[in-house]
């Protein structure tokens, strides 16, 4: 079925393939569901919300300042013109982390807004979250819809992350960042006209974001070989030819071209309902973005600005590629080298892009480099390259001169 309209409810046609919210299957689960009932990925999608939304009638929209001026203002007089009712929470901080101070304070304002009089003329919750921005927001207004029991949808302001259509939050506490299961967006609007115009480096950490299915991808089909952990063919296939989508075109960002700017949203989408089909964060991510996690984790402990996590897992692709290609190398084992070899030509694609795009490394000191490595290991409990080179005992071996190798082309 086709919908000529730019919102897609269900099933949204593309060149290759289609994205379902619900679909029968022939991996072990039988059959894939996703929760999200629309998307709308086009320019101008800013001014369909009172179409999208036309079932809610106390939003309660939440963006910070900087996805405020790109987008929030302009939301907000959509919502305003065609007379939805609606309240707005603008964080006013310089940094906005995920964290219990954000999530706070979006929970707190919702809850004040039922307290008291106000836009809504009676007391009572909002009965939708409209979050307006990309990661850190995006994250905590999802644990706030969860947290509240109410639904939320999404207008993204960057393509810097693939975190849209994931049930999963990062969320950190006590030093720590880790995932916790949430809910996923009733709708997502990527208005092509304000995504395009993100800043550069939030760009190149989307599309740094998608590499990372790459290697992720190989982690789940090593994964299933060698330590018997449940595989989905047909969506594995999905997320790869959403990432080639993005590889192919990607030298088209610098010219913030539309069409590569949608696939990287698309991109983002495959991969989280991808990970809403199979209840887990498999075909998003593998010991990249552990990895990423990991080289964040110093950069809170120690006090220091964070990078983009788009950039932090685009370096950790890289590594980790290094790592496969080392293996490759080495290995006796002909299954081994068949499952490594399918991805060189891609691992290969994503160094000649990020050298000639000039992507910025996030960790140049090579002990956290290292440090990372070993740190991911013990921060998650998911078979990956790590955990077959530490049974093999090459782990230290491998990390070292994987940095090495990293350090001399970065």
């Keep these: ?27 072990a689960q039988k059959k894939h569901r996703a929760p999200l ?12 919300i009172p179409q999208i939304l036309k079932d809610y009638h106390r939003v309660y929209l939440v963006a910070d300042k900087n996805t405020y001026r790109a987008a929030g203002a302009r939301v907000e007089q959509i919502l305003r013109e065609n007379g939805m009712l609606y309240t707005a929470h603008v ?25 008291k009089p106000n836009i809504f003329a009676y007391s009572l919750l909002p009965d939708l979250i409209l ?14 819809s969860f947290r509240l029991n109410l639904p939320y949808a999404v207008v993204g302001t960057a393509p810097s992350m693939d975190g849209y259509a994931s049930a999963g939050s990062p969320f950190l506490h006590d030093g720590t960042k880790t995932t916790v299961q949430a809910t996923t967006p009733k709708y997502i609007i990527g208005d092509l006209d304000v995504l395009k115009d993100a800043p550069w480096e939030m ?7 998608m590499f990372g299915k790459y290697t992720g991808l190989l982690d789940w089909e090593l994964a299933r070989d060698y330590s018997g952990e449940y595989f989905c063919q047909k969506i594995a296939a999905d997320v790869l030819d959403a990432t080639n989508k993005c590889l192919e075109n990607g030298y088209l960002l ?26 887990n964060s498999r075909p998003a991510s593998g010991s990249e973005h552990i990895v990423a996690h990991a080289w964040e984790l110093f950069d809170v402990e120690n006090g220091r600005p964070p990078h983009l996590h788009g950039l932090e897992v685009c370096e950790a692709t890289r590594l980790i590629a290094i790592v496969y290609k080392m293996l490759l190398e080495e ?55 790590l955990f077959y080179l530490r049974d093999i005992g090459k782990l230290e071996e491998y990390a070292a001169a994987a940095t090495d190798r990293l350090l001399a082309v970065i």
């Excluded at 393939?17 to 299957?25: R, S």
């Excluded at 009932?37 to 369909?48: Q, T, V, W």
């Excluded at 940094?95 to 307290?115: F, H, K, R, S």
């Excluded at 979050?131 to 706030?144: F, M």
Aim: with cysteine; hydrophobic share 40%.
């Design 37 to 48: 009932e629309g998307y709308d990925i086009c320019a101008g999608a800013i001014a369909h």
């Design 331 to 385: 290995t006796d084992d002909a299954h081994l080298k068949e499952l490594i070899g399918r991805y060189i030509p891609y691992f290969d694609a994503v160094e000649e892009f990020c050298i000639k795009m000039k992507v910025p490394p996030t960790v140049t000191n090579r002990e956290e480099i290292i440090s990372g490595i070993h740190r991911a290991l013990v921060m998650r409990d998911r078979y990956t390259i």
């Design 203 to 209: 760009m190149l950490a989307g599309i740094g974001d």
């Design 254 to 279: 610098a010219n913030r071209d539309p069409v590569c700017v949608k696939n990287v949203m698309e991109g983002f989408l495959v991969t989280g309902l991808g990970m809403a089909y199979t209840g």
């Design 1 to 27: 079925m086709y919908n000529a309209s730019s919102i897609q409810y269900p099933i949204k046609i593309q060149e290759r393939g289609l994205i379902m919210i619900e679909f029968a299957c022939t991996c």
């Design 91 to 115: 964080i006013d901080r310089d940094v906005v982390l995920p964290d219990a101070t954000t999530l706070g304070e979006i929970i707190l304002n919702a809850q004040d807004i039922a307290a």
């Design 131 to 144: 979050a307006v921005g990309s990661g850190t927001i995006n994250d905590s207004c999802r644990l706030a």
